[in-house]
């Protein structure tokens, strides 16, 4: 079955600097990639999510890119801001379209220091 | 749009007790997911419906737990005869039909076993 490795697993950085998350998956045919945050105690909240018939996508801050030669996707927030500050997990859906279950990676704990 | 409500929010209960959770998706959404979510993990795939067929079950759902969607509208999920192993954040998400449908979260149903 599909399994999604997420590095790292804490990322602290300054205000105003960019972050990067990156996840490996294991199954050729996911073709859906979500990212979520989760703040302490709060729903996950979809943030940006890329298919497989692009390689980059952009929204505002965020940007999220995918080589699906390697199988590995990446996040990247850029001027970050304290509000940034949460638990970041990526994920890919089990069977190709966005619409089935989701593999979610373990996570990682990014700290904005202002 | 309420997005997807869940409840109780918080649930304890002692061991061997059985317990009961509700998910009320976003109105227009056929598909309907369960996720448990441990501290410090990604959410783990349970079980999801399209309208009132459930159409798959994780391997960790064991025969303690059932869920259903009678109408196609909401959803409960079962456990009977809890153990301490089961203590988690259970996560219910819906997404509309189609391809590459995003998932969205409620804010959760937390359960403490004594």
């Known amino acids: 079955g599909e399994n999604v490795e997420q590095h790292p697993s804490t990322l602290s950085v300054q205000e105003g600097d960019s972050a990067v998350i990156k996840c490996t998956y294991s199954d050729s045919a996911s073709n859906y990639f979500p990212w979520y945050k989760q703040e302490l105690g709060k729903r996950p909240q979809l943030i940006i999510d890329i298919r497989s018939n692009v390689g980059e996508k952009k929204d505002q801050r965020i940007a999220v890119t995918l080589n699906k030669t390697a199988k590995h996707f990446s996040l990247h927030i850029t001027e970050t801001q304290p509000e940034d500050s949460a638990v970041y997990f990526c994920?890919?859906?089990?069977?190709?379209?966005?619409?089935?279950?989701?593999?979610f990676g373990k996570g990682t704990r990014l700290s904005v220091i202002a | 749009d309420t997005g997807v409500s869940q409840d109780p929010r918080h649930k304890i209960t002692k061991r061997g007790q059985n317990v009961t959770f509700r998910c009320d998706p976003i109105?227009?959404?056929?598909?309907l997911y369960w996720y448990r979510q441990t501290l410090g993990q990604g959410p783990e795939f349970l079980t999801y419906?399209?309208?009132?067929?459930?159409?798959?079950k994780s391997r960790l759902l064991s025969d303690r737990f059932s869920a259903e969607r009678p109408k196609g509208s909401f959803s409960t999920l079962e456990i009977q005869r809890t153990e301490q192993g089961d203590s988690a954040m259970y996560l219910c998400a819906s997404s509309s039909d189609g391809t590459r449908q995003p998932q969205h979260f409620g804010d959760g149903t937390r359960l403490s076993i004594l």
């Open positions: 994920a890919a859906s089990i069977r190709g379209s966005g619409n089935t279950p989701l593999v």
């Open positions: 419906f399209q309208n009132e067929a459930q159409l798959e």
């Open positions: 109105s227009e959404h056929n598909r």
